[in-house]
């Protein structure tokens, strides 16, 4: 097996983070790697997407998990390994939230084949977190003064 973490922390509200997350179509706008995006089925557990990163070819994922507010998991499976990535909101104060990426891949060959792709999946996760927290802080603040 082979894993990777990634977690940034911030003031935005959960639910705008849950909000970008669900907008499957709008991922784009944070995640600079996303050349087109499909979902297909509500953003829940069963939901198919076909992601296709810039210049590359598309990703085939299975929404495996979500529970509203609070996480997604995302399957992805080819060459017998399964490449499973979970998408959290850790509540750490009433005004602050960490959010999480982990990714574990397992199957035959992974302790051999994880190294080799992992770090070229996962590579961007810094910038493209930083780019979601930096949405939803703009979304939460919106929501605020709309609140006035």
């Excluded at 997407?49 to 507010?69: H, K, N, R, W």
Aim: proline share 5%; net charge negative.
């Amino acid at each position: 097996m082979w894993e990777y973490e990634h977690g940034v922390e911030t003031t935005a509200a959960p639910e705008a983070v849950w909000a970008l997350w669900a907008d499957v179509e709008g991922w784009g706008t944070w995640n600079a790697d996303i050349g087109k995006i499909e979902l297909r089925g509500a953003f829940a557990a069963g939901a198919e997407i076909t992601m296709t990163p810039a210049g590359q070819d598309p990703v085939e994922l299975l929404v495996a998990e979500a529970v509203e507010g609070e996480m997604f998991v995302d399957e992805a499976r080819f060459d017998g390994l399964a490449l499973r990535t979970t998408h959290r909101i850790d509540r750490l104060a009433p005004d602050r939230s960490r959010v999480v990426y982990r990714m574990e891949i397992t199957g035959e060959g992974a302790g051999e084949a994880g190294p080799h792709i992992g770090p070229a999946i996962t590579a961007d996760w810094p910038d493209t977190m930083a780019a979601l927290a930096r949405t939803a802080l703009v979304r939460t603040a919106l929501a605020r003064t709309a609140r006035g």
